[in-house]
């Protein structure tokens, strides 16, 4: 709005205003009178066109759109902690019991056992929240001590951690409140709700599958894969306890909810690849793996927003073309076909195997 309010347009205006028979060349007292307010006023424009930017929602960042989005009751997600499973182990591999309360440290990152499911096997929390609890497997040093104990392990992600809701994934979902208001158990109060659940990526909702008054929620996990059992029973617990449709959870009464969870289909790469002179097909196999990884991860993020997801031959060429070294890619197949692969409804793609050959 500002834009053109520069310091050199601001002093030129100052200038024209005094008189022609008076210096006004650059050194000259007026001019270096006016210079320093001239800066300033440029300055305070600039000010003013990020205070412009602050106060819409398509423009503001940071706490003014927490602030802004706020206003109709869409609030920010905070960062979560993720929930684990822990194997703990004495001699001869036997399971041992540990306190709770007790930490383990694993990479730097502390988790605190929450919870018994059984004998030797425990619900952990990290201590940080964030998608870094979700990262890191294998052995747990303990940080405080326990008789008997041998091994320690930190196994599955049962409630992905998730990082405090980014700036652009806040202000979609502001849009989509405001545009498709949450009423009466429609399909935007679904989401609205399922969402909102810690561990919960994305939802998709399937109105009266099982005829009148039934409806089924599919959820993918926040870390973008299929959700654990514990995951799903904690938002079935939540949406529509057993026995179902009697109002005891938050859907409607006379709502029967059934909660379930994405289904991966495993995706196999093979490929031919035309290569710089100097490389082989095994010094490039890394990074294609992490550019096709990226592409499925991308597709899984998109799930929600699409009937079926396809992964496709010549996203997956146009992604290998990137990886330095590559110089043409030809024959790629998904599955052992040629062809682009749809998946079904509350399918996702999931890495499997790449051949590369040269």
Known sequence: MYEHMTFEHILQRMLSRVPNDIDKREG???YDALAPAAFELAQMYMELNLIMDLSFVDTASGDYLTRLTAQVGVNRRPATRALRRGIFVGQNSAPI???IGNRFSIAGVAYTVLSREMFGQYVLECEQPGVIGNQYFGVMLPVDYVTGLVRAELTEVLVPGEDEEADEVLRQRYYEEVNNPPFGGNVAQYKQIVN????????????TWQGGGTAKCTIIAADWSVPSPQLLDEVQEIIDPTPQGKGLGQAPIGHEVT???VTEHTISIETTLSLASDMTPGQVQADVEEVIAAYLLELRQNWAQQQQLIVRTAQIDARILTVPGVEDVEGTEINGDAANLTLGEDEIPMMGSVVIHG
């Open 259 to 261: 909660i379930a969870g």
């Open 196 to 207: 909102a659940i810690d561990g919960v990526g994305a939802t998709k909702v399937f109105p």
């Open 97 to 99: 019991d540990v306190p």
């Open 28 to 30: 000259s007292i007026i």
